[in-house]
């Protein structure tokens, strides 16, 4: 019996979207295809000018040296662009210049579990699709967050 299965990556961010299966026989590689790839669920934020945000992303990989971390940014009608990665046992801010890079930091221990992104004194320009993408000897976790920066009260 043949057997064939398809799944599909989210055309922007490259993240998992689904699994089609035809038969019992591979449930096993199902398996392990689940456990190479953990999505975080999508999220909203919506935020005021000066305000900070921290936006979620936890991952339950052990620290070792081969932990990446990266958060990307995606705009409308823009190429998507990491703003802050943890590499190599260091954490560079990439593509953000000037005030920007300073604004931008991880909210609490990346190592230990906790990757999310705080981004102090928001701008209007700040909204956008961000990604969280947290990788380590072949398995990765993904997570989502629209941030909508709004001028005025929520």
Request: net charge negative; hydrophobic share 40%; with cysteine.
């Amino acid at each position: 019996m043949p057997l064939s299965f398809n799944f599909w990556m989210h055309p922007c961010s490259n993240t998992f979207e689904g699994l089609i299966i035809t038969t019992n026989l591979i449930q096993t590689h199902v398996y392990i295809l689940f456990s190479l790839l953990s999505v975080g669920a999508q999220t909203e934020m919506k935020k005021v000018v000066g305000d900070n945000a921290t936006l979620p992303c936890h991952h339950q990989f052990p620290p070792s040296s081969s932990l990446d971390i990266e958060w990307l940014l995606q705009k409308p009608n823009s190429k998507q662009k990491v703003i802050i990665t943890f590499f190599g046992g260091q954490v560079y801010t990439n593509e953000a210049t000037g005030s920007d890079a300073s604004r931008l930091s991880f909210a609490g221990e990346y190592l230990g579990g906790d990757a999310s992104l705080l981004i102090s004194d928001l701008l209007l320009t700040d909204s956008g699709e961000y990604y969280c993408k947290v990788k380590t000897g072949g398995k990765y976790h993904w997570s989502q967050v629209n941030l909508i920066v709004l001028d005025g009260v929520i």
